[in-house]
Nanobody
């Protein structure tokens, strides 16, 4: 059973920083393509960042230069470092794991709330 547990969300002022964590069990994150997605109020879920098994990364244009996705294989954890946060970043952030055996098989965490407000 693959489980993903996100943490690190909270309330932060514009310009502040947060680091989200996604701890995986049942699958090595080093072998998988991992992603962070977010869904704001009344919005569709959208891609934020991905990191491949080869550590190739990509980012949504809206977060490029501000967010960094990384992994710690020893901890089986994927991170999303978020700097220079904007109110538009307010959303529930979800961790996703794509199976290395079948890329159409995906697991999602339950999400962590990030609120950027003065």
């Amino acid at each position: 059973q693959v489980q993903l547990v996100e943490s690190g969300g909270g309330l932060v002022q514009p310009g502040g920083s947060l680091r989200l964590s996604c701890v995986a069990s049942g699958m090595y994150v080093s072998a998988a393509t991992m992603g962070w997605y977010r869904q704001g109020p009344g919005k569709e879920r959208e891609l934020v960042a991905t990191i491949s098994s080869g550590s190739s990364t990509n980012y949504a244009d809206s977060v490029k230069g501000r967010f960094t996705i990384s992994r710690d294989n020893a901890k089986n954890t994927v991170y999303l470092q978020m700097n220079s946060l904007k109110p538009e970043d307010t959303a529930v952030y979800y961790c996703r794991l794509n199976s290395p055996f079948n890329t159409r098989t995906r697991w999602w965490g339950q999400g962590t709330q990030v609120t950027v407000s003065s």
